[in-house]
């Protein structure tokens, strides 16, 4: 079975401080990692996915394969990326399964 | 720019009534999904399809049925609505070769009476 844990609901932080979401994972092959974002009255957006290694708005997110995680992170938050994230996964296959967590909420504060 | 177009975007029916939430894409992906998405309960799957005619129970399929007749063309049916089915309904798909990554259409959200 694959699962995915956000295990916050809700994350305040002040405009210019560092954000860290954190993603556990569970699944028992190598699984495709992503994190997805919905701004206000947006449609749900891929934000980044782990095997394009890349920043996107600023963000990064690392696997690690070991503590089975793919926290989000950004040095330096903006009003701008208030919105909801959600962290999900893929199975490996022929056809993937896509499953989400139960998402994080991220307030700026100006 | 890809596109998946879900055919209502707000849906009101009384309890007890059959409905039917349509959802097309336009990228000839051969997965797709759908999701309800409430407070607190993030996203989570109902059933998905991974090829026409075919398809897969997720992890919250009762009460609910799908259909896939056509690969662009995936529909969500409630046999009889109840109230604890008013939700937000989100279809995405997805391509089964190269990354996963899913396209999510713009949500309907369902209220039952």
């Known amino acids: 079975a694959q699962r995915v844990t956000q295990p916050e609901k809700l994350l305040s932080v002040f405009k210019g401080a560092p954000v860290e979401l954190k993603c556990n994972y569970s699944?028992?092959?190598?699984?495709?990692l992503f994190w997805y974002v919905q701004y206000s009255r947006q449609r749900l957006q891929l934000l980044l996915r782990?095997?394009s290694r890349e920043s996107i708005k600023g963000f990064t997110a690392d696997l690690n394969k070991g503590e089975t995680s793919f926290h989000l992170k950004k040095p330096f938050a903006q009003e701008e990326d208030s919105a909801m994230y959600y962290c999900?996964?893929?199975?490996?296959?022929?056809?993937?399964?896509?499953?989400f967590g139960t998402g994080t909420k991220l307030q700026v504060i100006p | 720019d890809v596109k998946v177009t879900q055919s209502s975007r707000y849906l009101v029916k009384r309890t007890g009534e059959k409905v039917f939430l349509e959802c097309v894409q336009d990228?000839?992906?051969?997965?797709m999904f759908w999701y309800r998405q409430d407070p607190g309960l993030g996203l989570r799957l109902i059933y998905f399809?991974?090829?026409?005619?075919?398809?897969e129970k997720g992890d919250i399929p009762e009460g609910y049925s799908v259909s896939r007749e056509k690969k662009e063309r995936f529909s969500l049916i409630l046999e009889s609505a109840s109230t604890n089915q008013t939700s937000m309904y989100l279809c995405?798909?997805?391509?089964?070769?190269?990354?996963?990554?899913?396209?999510f259409g713009q949500g309907t959200r369902l209220t039952v009476v």
């Open positions: 782990h095997i």
């Open positions: 399809s991974y090829d026409v005619k075919m398809k």
């Open positions: 699944y028992s092959g190598s699984p495709e």
């Open positions: 999900a996964l893929a199975g490996a296959g022929g056809y993937q399964k896509v499953t």
């Open positions: 995405a798909s997805s391509p089964s070769r190269g990354s996963a990554e899913a396209f």
């Open positions: 990228m000839d992906h051969e997965n």
